[in-house]
């Protein structure tokens, strides 16, 4: 909205602005800690983003070695480098394999992203799209049986399929295995040198030159706390513009917004290390993000359970380990690391025990490297940050009735004048992209 020259206030409730995207020294002095996101394959190669030119604002995005480890019961591990023969030559009999799932797009990555992060609409690379979605629409566990003979290689697949927060039974989610496999040989899936908010920092000060202005610390619980201003855009989910705009829906809006489905939650937890985590397959240590199950059913039992409502006792870690990659993240010779598993919304349950012996499974003494630990359930997190509804970091559930008519079938629009939606409760998907935000703004100014 401020690069189209309107003059925009944006109103924070947190005393630190960033949502998702924050950083801070969590366990002890000089340890530096991503708050939510720290993985930013969508941030780099998001259209929006591409075009802004942060590094003049002193963004860095690093990127590791590698993108991804999956390591092995066996002491191996499949590893997602840049090149596709060096990541083949990781999956054994199922290299060639994964070549005929993955290679076909990464050369037109833009062209995939052009449709991939938009509002369902026309396709711009109409041929080439249905090539990717006759894939991506269906069951990461179908698509991991129909291309992969090998254990490996199908829990490597689903282990990147885990990010779309379902069940890997369910449709769509072979598109997020896909996506962010193509993602890593595309563009990596880089950090923020200095930690997330440093991404933040980048994104005000571009704001500030356009003439943006902003106030933090300042919770917003009705409309009638706001300014008059021609367009209000809201960076909220169902649960909450319910309570933020009231009476003044209409009810058979009110009734779709109450139906909306929030997804699994997030137990997350942060480390300061004395020393790099000692993994069992050493190559783990080239890769910034390490995924940990044995096999493709654990992973479908974890997804699953927490989705059913069940916590379980082995669940799928998504691990992070930048400082391994930025030095500046930790004193000398200091390590950081972060990690989460998905539990049932709003779980109570303490997974620090769970989510540890995993890493202990794959890097036998762990536990000797901690300094100090920060946990957050996902009461915590909804804490910080509102829109975590029940610990859900996705926005709501991207299952197929609400992938693309999200949160209802006028997408940013709401039957209040002026009034849009445009957090990662509308399309395209939950990710720091900055897509649901541009779209939700090209909508207002069309409209206004
Ligand atoms: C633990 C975790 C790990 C994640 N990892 C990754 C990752 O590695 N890579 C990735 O791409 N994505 C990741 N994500 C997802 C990503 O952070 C979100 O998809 C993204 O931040 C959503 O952006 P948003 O603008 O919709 O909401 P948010 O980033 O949540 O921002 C919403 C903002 O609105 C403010 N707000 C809410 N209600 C009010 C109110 N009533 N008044 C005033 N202010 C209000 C909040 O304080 C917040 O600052 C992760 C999320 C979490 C929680």
Redesign the pocket.
């Known amino acids: 909205m401020a690069q189209a020259g309107w003059s925009v206030l944006l ?4 005393q630190v ?6 950083s801070a020294e969590l366990t002890l002095p000089g340890f530096i800690h ?10 780099v190669c998001s259209p929006f983003f591409r075009n802004l030119s942060l590094e003049k604002y002193g963004l860095e995005m690093v990127f590791p070695q590698a993108a991804l480890a999956h390591p092995f019961d066996d002491g191996t591990a499949a590893i997602l480098h840049r090149s596709l023969e060096e990541t083949e030559a990781t999956l054994g009999r199922d290299g060639d394999n994964y070549r005929k799932l993955i290679a076909g797009f990464i050369p037109r990555w833009k062209d995939l992203l052009d449709d991939a992060l938009a509002p369902i609409g026309f396709p711009r690379h109409p041929f080439f799209f249905a090539g990717f979605g006759r894939q991506a629409i269906r069951s990461a566990r179908g698509i991991a049986y129909a291309y992969f003979r090998t254990e490996h290689a199908r829990t490597f697949f689903g282990g990147m399929a885990a990010h779309s927060l379902l069940p890997l039974e369910k449709l769509t989610t072979a598109g997020a295995g896909m996506m962010l496999a193509i993602l890593g040989h595309a563009v990596g899936w880089p950090f923020v040198r200095g930690g997330a908010q440093q991404l933040t920092n980048a994104l005000l000060q571009l704001f500030r030159s356009l003439g943006g202005q902003f106030v933090t610390g ?4 009705s409309l009638d706390q706001l300014p008059p201003a021609r367009v209000v855009l ?4 169902p649960r ?1 513009l319910l ?2 705009a009231g009476d003044r829906l209409p009810q058979s809006y009110q009734r779709k917004l109450s139906r909306f489905r929030y997804g699994m939650g ?1 137990f ?1 937890l942060d480390w300061a290390l004395h020393h790099p985590i000692p993994w069992r397959a050493s190559e783990c240590a080239q890769a910034g ?1 390490v995924h940990l199950s044995g096999t493709l059913d654990e992973i479908c039992d974890s997804e699953r359970s927490s989705w059913e409502g069940k916590a379980c006792e082995r669940p799928f870690v ?1 691990l ?1 380990q930048a400082s391994l990659f930025d030095s500046t993240r930790a004193p000398a010779g200091k390590h950081t690391a ?1 990690a ?1 598993c998905h539990v049932p919304n709003g779980h109570n349950g303490d997974m620090t025990g769970a989510i540890e012996n995993q890493i202990e499974r794959f890097a036998p003494g762990f536990r000797e490297c901690i300094a100090a630990r920060s946990a ?1 359930s996902p009461a915590d ?1 909804e804490r ?5 509804v029940g ?1 859900d ?3 709501g559930a991207a299952m197929l009735s609400q992938l693309f008519l999200r949160p209802t079938a006028s997408l940013y629009r709401t039957p209040l004048k002026g009034v849009y939606l ?5 399309p395209p ?6 897509m ?2 541009y779209f939700a703004a090209e909508t207002a100014l069309k409209r206004s």
């Open positions: 109103i924070e409730g947190a602005p960033g949502g998702g995207v924050r991503d708050i939510c996101s720290s993985v930013y394959p969508l941030t300042c919770f917003v619980e809201l960076d909220v989910t909450q309570k933020i997030v997350k993000t998504l992070s972060w989460y957050m997190l910080r940050n509102p829109n975590l610990g970091i996705g926005g445009c957090s990662s409760s509308t998907i939950a990710g720091v992209h900055g649901c935000g």
